[in-house]
């Protein structure tokens, strides 16, 4: 009996312990097929105007939507790869793939292509091209994840922890020279995976310390003129209203001419005046035509996003699919938060897109990317068999 009573103990234990190969996360898979398809009538509506009454375009009203439609395709076609791909073999290619981001972050600072000011494209032209940013925001989920998994004492220290802050902050560092509003991001992203994988508050306090050493040494790399004159239009837009404050408040115009059900698809009156408001600046697009209640929907689409992300990263079958997979939630959840914290005017304005309705190719296609791989681990849950209990024998 002794010996037949240990045997079902190792048998139910293992039988909890089992694994098997389950149905993706639809949830996830909808809203985000929902949020590309708003994404593209939005940037048609915010586009069409502007597009057919300038030269530089061609006078074709569909320019921008021809090209997110591409852009959209791409993206589809990367989240059903990595549906299909397990992510336990992006371990593999983790460091290659960390390697590859910073190399291009170094590279886009050498001979990048500067559109608007900033070098933060690589590519032949300025239409084709990419932003190795969007390829270091996954490529740090995917090491930092990995590296953390395969030294399982890397946080038992501080000194481990520092290791993996190493690992989080080169990329963070170069894309802070020319997109300081990112680098926060991805900081957060990864403070967020190094929190859940050990939760030592004084940890965090420690790091606080030479990590906002390195922000002060960042921003003082810009000119303080600059950055306090963002803080000043900040706190009154108004003080400059037509040059650095103009966007904001034309913002803000839009978000309170929208009323409760909005002026109706297409009507906005504000993307005449908002300088290029199919990109950054679209959620108040949004609030202007769909009013209160479409921008609360757009809203409510991200909060269930971020809410199945979180259960998909509880139920992983491992650490490391829990790590990427709140990593990942981790990106879409304070980019989303930050742009919208931007466009009525809570926050000062960083140049962070909504995630898959702004426009543009290479955060799209990456973002998408990333679902692909949130949707796989949501594919693989834990299975426990209660109806096999050793307490029954």
């Known amino acids: 009996m002794g010996r037949g009573s240990q045997s079902v103990r190792l048998h139910t234990a293992k039988r909890k312990k089992k694994l098997k190969p389950n149905t993706y996360d639809f949830t996830v898979l909808f809203v985000v097929l929902m949020l590309v398809l708003f994404g593209i009538v939005m940037i048609f509506s915010a586009s069409y105007y502007y597009t057919m009454t300038t030269k530089k375009f061609g006078f074709d009203m569909f320019y921008f939507l021809k090209r997110q439609m591409v852009w ?98 080169i990329p963070v560092a170069l894309i802070a020279i020319s997109n300081f509003s990112t680098a926060i991001v991805l900081t957060a992203v990864g403070a967020t995976i190094l929190f859940i994988a050990s939760p030592r508050i004084w940890y965090f306090v420690v790091a606080a310390i030479p ?133 009525t005017n809570t926050i000062p304005n960083t140049g962070q897109p909504l995630p898959f309705i702004s426009y543009g190719g290479t955060s799209l296609v990456f973002t998408m990317g990333m679902m692909g791989i949130l949707l796989n681990i949501s594919k693989y849950q834990k299975v426990r068999d209660d109806r096999v209990s050793a307490k029954n024998y």
């Open 72 to 169: 959209a395709g791409l993206g589809i076609f990367a989240m059903a790869f990595m549906m299909n791909f397990p992510y336990q073999l992006l371990k593999k290619f983790a460091f290659a793939a960390y390697a590859v981001a910073n190399i291009c972050l170094v590279l886009v600072q050498l001979v990048g292509t500067r559109i608007n000011g900033q070098k933060r494209w690589l590519g032949i032209t300025d239409s084709l091209g990419f932003q190795p940013s969007e390829v270091a925001k996954i490529a740090v989920i995917l090491y930092l994840s990995f590296y953390i998994c395969t030294h399982k004492d890397c946080l038992k220290d501080l000194k481990g922890f520092f290791k993996c802050l190493i690992i989080l902050m």
């Open 211 to 343: 990590v906002g050493l390195a922000g002060v040494v960042a921003v003082s790399l810009e000119s303080v003129r600059y950055r306090l004159g963002r803080i000043q239009i900040w706190l009154d837009p108004f003080s400059d209203p037509t040059n650095k404050g103009y966007q904001i408040i034309q913002s803000l115009y839009a978000v309170a001419s929208g009323g409760l059900f909005g002026l109706g698809l297409g009507q906005s009156r504000q993307k005449t005046f908002i300088p290029e408001a199919y990109n950054d600046i679209i959620f108040a697009i949004i609030s202007e035509e769909l009013g209160m209640v479409g921008a609360g929907l757009v809203i409510l689409l991200f909060a269930v996003l971020i809410w199945r992300g979180i259960r998909v990263a509880l139920n992983a079958q491992d650490m490391y699919g829990c790590l990427v997979a709140s990593g990942i939630t981790a990106q879409i959840a304070f980019q989303s938060i930050i742009n919208i914290a931007v466009v």
